[in-house]
């Protein structure tokens, strides 16, 4: 019998703060681990059956830290547009974050679930829901460790003029977007029961790489 969050977080609690963050059985534990072996990290996640509440815990942090690093990148980033953006928008960029992207990844799961049955995929919207929300949550770091390389640019071309070239300052926005793909093809393989993530992971760059220009397209056009 699977026990229930409370009793989980009373056993959680009573651990010592070293093992908490760095057992096993930590969080920290975990995310490292699945950057070297996604595969079987989401196979154990699937095993596991987090509760809805657990899933969406995880969904928020990711959420969090989206919001954090694109805030870095709008507004610690000192150019005309950041300081534009300081107040209201900033407040909507978190609202989008924390509603927005936790509504648009539920749909995007349920989309991905419902294809991958088209092409003989097994796993149920739950599972491609776990393997999802596992995967941004994973990833997360590396977008915010992109922000900071951003700021870090930045302020060295205050320095070295070089930094604030374009094939230099603007590549730091768009690293944690690779991982991100990477390992959520990982994880819609393992949750369907595909053998190969290459096809899913050329499916899903496109699908990153349409976004983008139409991101870029709509943001010229004052849209977005």
Do not use: C
């Not at 977007?177 to 190969?196: C, D, E, H, M, T």
């Amino acid at each position: 019998m699977r026990a229930t969050d409370s009793e989980y977080i009373g056993d959680y609690a009573a651990q010592p703060r070293r093992r908490i963050l760095f057992g096993r059985d930590s969080l920290t534990y975990r995310v490292l681990f699945a950057w070297f072996a996604m595969s079987r990290s989401t196979l154990e996640m699937i095993r596991a059956q987090p509760t809805e509440g657990h899933l969406l815990f995880l969904l928020l942090w990711s959420d969090l830290a989206f919001f954090l690093s694109w805030t870095m990148k709008a507004v610690i980033v000192p150019n005309d547009k950041g300081v534009a953006i300081i107040s209201f928008e900033i407040g909507g960029l978190l609202l989008l974050a924390l509603i927005g992207r936790t509504a648009a990844l539920y749909f995007f799961a349920m989309v991905v679930a419902a294809v991958a049955r088209i092409f003989g995929g097994r796993g149920s919207w739950r599972d491609t829901r776990i393997a999802i929300f596992w995967a941004v949550f994973v990833t997360s770091p590396f977008g915010v460790a992109a922000a900071l390389l951003s700021v870090l640019f930045t302020n060295l071309e205050f320095y070295y003029p070089i930094f604030g070239a374009p094939w230099i300052s603007v590549p730091p926005y768009y690293m944690g977007l690779v991982p991100f793909v990477w390992y959520i093809s990982v994880g819609i393989a393992r949750a369907q029961g595909f053998r190969k993530v290459s096809p899913i992971f050329l499916i899903m760059s496109v699908v990153s790489l349409v976004g983008i220009i139409g991101g870029m397209y709509f943001h010229a056009r004052g849209l977005i």
